[in-house]
Nanobody, 114 residues
Framework: VQLQASGGGLVQPGGSLRLSCAASGSIFSINAMGWYRQGVGKQRELVARISSGGSTKYVDSVKGRFTISRDNAKNTVYLQMNSLKPEDTAVYLC?????????WGRGTLVTVSS
């Protein structure tokens, strides 16, 4: 199983970015897909998660600013990030939970700075 993430980059505070993560390979039944992030000197944290049934979960700090969605036909998960803040700066990692195990993508860097 491979996860290919894209969409990171440099953006000014208040700006927006959209992350994408496409899963490929021998994928068992998908339970959920999500995004984690890890800033410099910080622990990895769950940013957003979406279940196979469409239920979503967000860390409090991004509620109202970030939206997670998925395209089941393409095994792809998206993270729309609006009103970005400097504290959102981190490497964002895609996560796939299946009945056969959990998988991680390499990560994409998001830098929020003026």
């Amino acid at each position: 199983v491979q996860l290919q993430a894209s969409g990171g980059g440099l953006v000014q505070p208040g700006g927006s970015l959209r992350l994408s993560c496409a899963a490929s390979g021998s994928i068992f039944s998908i339970n959920a897909m999500g995004w984690y992030r890890q800033g410099v000197g910080k622990q990895r944290e769950l940013v957003a998660r979406i279940s196979s049934g469409g239920s979503t979960k967000y860390v409090d700090s991004v509620k109202g600013r970030f939206t997670i969605s998925r395209d089941n036909a393409k095994n792809t998960v998206y993270l729309q990030m609006n009103s970005l803040k400097p504290e959102d700066t981190a490497v964002y990692l895609c996560n796939l939970e299946t009945t056969g195990g959990a998988y991680w993508g390499r990560g994409t860097l998001v830098t929020v700075s003026s």
